[in-house]
């Protein structure tokens, strides 16, 4: 069984930062993408950006210059750290990861975290 687990959210005051840190624990060859994404009350949760095995990122247009992602391999964790934090900001912020569990198979499964919420006060 894979768990990915987050931790860091919080309430922070606008301008402020926060970083969000998700370890992928249990049963793992190996773990392609990795990425986060959020979800404000009464809206779809969306995709905040992700990063590839080899470190190619993608954001959304929201948080270009504002968020970076990183990732530690050889932990299975991924990172992001928020800058210049915005009242719109504030939402569910989910990991999520494609996991190959089994040595058997080269399919990959997707996961997703609990969530950790992130309060942006104005």
């Known amino acids: 069984q894979v768990q990915l687990v987050e931790s860091g959210g919080g309430l922070v005051q606008a301008g402020g930062s926060l970083r969000l840190s998700c370890a992928a624990s249990?049963?793992?060859?190996?773990?392609?993408?990795m990425g986060w994404y959020r979800q404000a009350p009464g809206k779809q949760r969306e995709l905040v950006a992700h990063?590839?095995?080899?470190?190619?990122?993608n954001f959304a247009d929201s948080v270009k210059g504002r968020f970076f992602i990183s990732r530690d391999n050889a932990k299975n964790a991924v990172y992001l750290q928020m800058n210049g934090l915005k009242a719109e900001d504030t939402a569910v912020y989910f990991c999520?990861?494609?996991?190959?569990?089994?040595?058997?198979?080269?399919?990959?499964?997707?996961?997703w975290g609990q969530g950790t919420q992130v309060t942006v006060s104005s």
């Open positions: 999520n990861a494609d996991v190959r569990p089994y040595y058997h198979s080269g399919t990959y499964f997707n996961y």
């Open positions: 249990g049963t793992i060859v190996s773990i392609n993408t």
């Open positions: 990063i590839s095995t080899t470190g190619t990122t």
